[in-house]
């Protein structure tokens, strides 16, 4: 059972505008949220997390939010790069488990 | 170096041969993960060790793939007689936290796509 699921398989965006990516998970146990990063044929990389205490985490131009009783995090982009244009997969977590589990990824495209 | 290292970042074998992938974690981290990413998905977890502790292998699909970390440190993935369904992305991560905290996030290598002909 897919426990985290990312519905939009691709986003494409202009430069200079919000880029909105959402998740839903299905695992109430879940506490502990992040975001990765995969660009092309390397791994992927940590952007920013969210413990389940918050509704909202801001890091420079991402952020994430939080709705617990939905079950729904999503991340912010503003504003959207060119760079920013790769897959970006949500993961989910317990607070004192191990293993993340992911969705599977939507391709941002960020135009100019 | 600074971050997971992973070799080979290609591997092509025929069915039925042993594999063995290598990470090299971060220095100092603590917990180490192994898992696979099918094409089009998201990673899937694997196996998990804290220092040379296996805690949870409940992800390995079957008793073909096996984990080691002897040290503590570098960590063996072994599949023995490969099959097609093999093929994949498979990614090692570690983390200086032990389980899961705020603000110790999983850091991961690049991986090694396996091909299995």
């Known amino acids: 059972d897919q426990q985290v699921k990312q519905n939009s398989p691709s986003l494409s965006v202009q430069e200079g505008r919000i880029s909105i990516l959402n998740c839903d998970y299905t695992?109430?146990?879940?506490?502990?949220f992040l975001w990765y990063k995969k660009y092309p044929a390397e791994g992927p990389t940590f952007l920013i997390s969210?413990?389940?205490?918050?509704d909202k985490n801001e890091d420079g131009r991402f952020t994430v939010f939080l709705n617990k009783s939905a079950k729904h995090l999503s991340l912010h982009i503003v504003p959207s790069q060119p760079g920013d244009s790769a897959v970006y997969f949500c993961?989910?977590?317990?607070?004192?488990?191990?293993?993340?589990?992911f969705g599977a990824g939507t391709i941002l495209r960020v135009k100019s | 170096g600074a971050g997971v290292s992973q070799s080979p970042r290609y591997k092509v074998a025929k069915r039925g041969q042993d594999v063995a992938l290598r990470c090299d974690p971060i220095?100092?981290?603590?917990?180490l993960f192994w898992y696979q990413q099918a094409l089009g998905q998201g990673p899937e977890f694997l196996t998990y060790?804290?220092?040379?502790?296996?805690?949870?292998k409940s992800g390995l699909p079957s008793d073909r793939f096996f984990a080691e970390r002897p040290e503590g440190s570098v960590s063996t993935l072994k599949i023995q007689r490969t099959q097609q369904e093999d093929s994949a992305v498979y990614l090692c991560?570690?983390?200086?936290?032990?389980?899961?905290?705020?603000?110790?996030?999983?850091?991961f290598g690049d991986g090694t796509r396996l091909s299995i002909l």
């Open positions: 991560a570690s983390s200086l936290s032990v389980g899961q905290h705020s603000n110790q996030p999983q850091h």
């Open positions: 695992n109430s146990m879940f506490d502990y």
């Open positions: 220095s100092g981290h603590v917990s």
């Open positions: 060790f804290q220092n040379e502790a296996q805690l949870d």
């Open positions: 993961a989910a977590g317990m607070e004192y488990g191990n293993k993340l589990v």
């Open positions: 969210i413990s389940s205490i918050k």
